[in-house]
């Protein structure tokens, strides 16, 4: 079963313009990840929050993290068309001890 | 460049004929994890195996599909007999580095792309 569920579920912005992608889950996690994935490619890892952290910034990436919401948000800052992907967050539920999967965001940078 | 390596990228079969797919994961990690990935949908994990362990098998339809992991190495994901609803990415898995075993954090193949028909 799906523990996230990302929104919107496709977003088009012009480049230069931030995106903001949207996670909520159900159950108590360890930590929340946020992945990418190109047209025909497989998943590549962009950054981990843990569940006692409430925001973290990577380059142009910045996640925030709120446990009370059980929600989650992605933010590209200065988009480029090279950020066209789908993106997907992925949470480490307590006890669980694997990875689950939301249904992703499509995001196409217009150049 | 170290990877998880998958073949084949690409598998056109018809229903009820049989397929295998391969993975090679990053070396020196003892897990090892098998997802599938159906059009416009996010990954499921099919089987998660510690060394030649099966840890998790609960979404592996085990009337069908089958997965092994000779000397804690290298995998295998066999499909017999196809169903069209098995139409997907099969993505392999290793952990991102050492301490990813605890933090879940992962290195996915490019996947292998199945069509039944």
């Known amino acids: 079963s799906q523990q996230g569920e990302e929104d919107p579920q496709a977003l088009s912005i012009q480049e230069g313009e931030n995106a903001t992608m949207n996670c909520s889950y159900k159950?108590?996690?360890?930590?929340l990840q946020w992945y990418r994935q190109n047209s025909g490619r497989g998943l590549v890892h962009l950054i981990l929050?843990?569940?006692?952290?409430r925001e973290k910034h990577s380059g142009r990436l910045r996640v925030t993290l709120d446990t009370s919401k059980k929600s989650s948000s992605l933010l590209i800052t200065a988009s480029r068309a090279a950020d066209t992907a789908s993106y997907f967050c992925?949470?480490?539920?307590?006890?669980?001890?694997?990875?689950?999967f939301g249904q992703g965001t499509r995001l196409t940078i217009n150049p | 460049e170290a990877g998880v390596a998958q073949s084949p990228r690409y598998k056109i079969i018809e229903k009820r004929q049989s397929v295998a797919f391969w993975c090679n994961p990053i070396?020196?990690?003892?897990?090892l994890y098998w997802y599938q990935q159906i059009l416009g949908q996010g990954p499921k994990l099919l089987i998660q195996?510690?060394?030649?362990?099966?840890?998790?098998d609960s979404q592996l339809p085990k009337d069908r599909f089958s997965a092994e992991r000779l000397k804690g190495v290298d995998s295998t994901l066999k499909i017999q007999p196809a169903k069209l609803e098995d139409s997907a990415v099969y993505l392999c898995?290793?952990?991102?580095?050492?301490?990813?075993?605890?933090?879940?954090?992962?290195?996915f193949g490019e996947g292998s792309r199945l069509t039944v028909l």
């Open positions: 898995a290793s952990p991102l580095r050492k301490q990813s075993a605890v933090t879940g954090e992962l290195f």
């Open positions: 929050i843990r569940s006692n952290e």
């Open positions: 070396s020196g990690h003892a897990t």
């Open positions: 159950t108590s996690i360890n930590n």
């Open positions: 992925a949470t480490d539920a307590r006890g669980a001890q694997k990875l689950v």
């Open positions: 195996f510690q060394n030649n362990g099966v840890v998790d």
